[in-house]
T-cell receptor, first 115, second 113 residues
């Protein structure tokens, strides 16, 4: 069974500082994708970053980057130069070729940005 | 391009009633998935539709059903509502394959009294 674990229910970071959100997953599949989604109070889920399992290079999107450790089944999100607008719930998600477009989500990490 | 839209945004129903939620995917997207989000259970997959066919289904009772129309718009229906059905229902669309990114709508907040 596929499971996604986010062990940090809440995190906080000072504005302009860096924070890392953790995610681990369990799968026996080799062809899969990993995602970080952000859900602000407005509730709309917004894609932050995605990582293809077959790519060794860590994905980056501006201030957001991941540390993908395939053997350890770890997929952490680093937010650099944190901004007030980064405050949101962050969800780690997994998807594989056998389950099509079905996401398996973690329980989320609530990020607070302190001015 | 317009994003994924969901109607209505808020809904209040009473136990035993039924409800229909609507989702319009991004233009050109053919896959629509539905998720239920609650504080206790988190985000759970309901079902996915592609080209008017249900391609995958989560572990929900038969009271939860859906369909997709030829224009890719999708509806989900919940019959005989229970208090535990109160949740945020999210719809997501993607182009075709599982390799494509899914884009979420703003959700429908359903409250069952």
């Amino acid at each position: 069974a596929q499971t996604v674990t986010q062990s940090q229910p809440e995190m906080s970071v000072q504005e302009a500082e860096t924070v890392t959100l953790s995610c681990t997953y369990d799968t026996s599949e080799s062809d899969y994708y990993l995602f970080w989604y952000k859900q602000p109070p407005s509730r709309q889920m917004i894609l932050v970053i995605r990582q293809e399992a077959y790519k060794q290079q860590n994905a980056t999107e501006n201030r957001f980057s991941v540390n993908f450790q395939k053997a350890a089944k770890s997929f952490s999100l680093k937010i650099s130069d944190s901004q007030l607008g980064d405050a949101a719930m962050y969800f780690c998600a997994y998807r594989n070729s056998n389950t099509g477009n079905q996401f398996y989500f973690g329980t989320g990490t609530s990020l607070t940005v302190i001015p | 391009k317009a994003g994924v839209t969901q109607t209505p945004r808020y809904l209040i129903k009473t136990r035993g009633q039924q409800v229909t939620l609507s989702c319009s995917p991004i233009s050109g997207h053919r896959s629509v998935s539905w998720y239920q989000q609650t504080p206790g259970q988190g985000l759970q997959f309901l079902f996915e539709y592609f080209s008017e066919t249900q391609r995958n289904k989560g572990n929900f009772p038969g009271r939860f059903s859906g369909r997709q129309f030829s224009n890719s718009r999708s509806e989900m229906n919940v019959s005989t509502l229970e208090l535990g059905d109160s949740a945020l229902y999210l719809c997501a669309s993607s182009l075709l394959q599982f390799t494509d990114t899914q884009y979420f709508g703003p959700g429908t907040r359903l409250t069952v009294l």
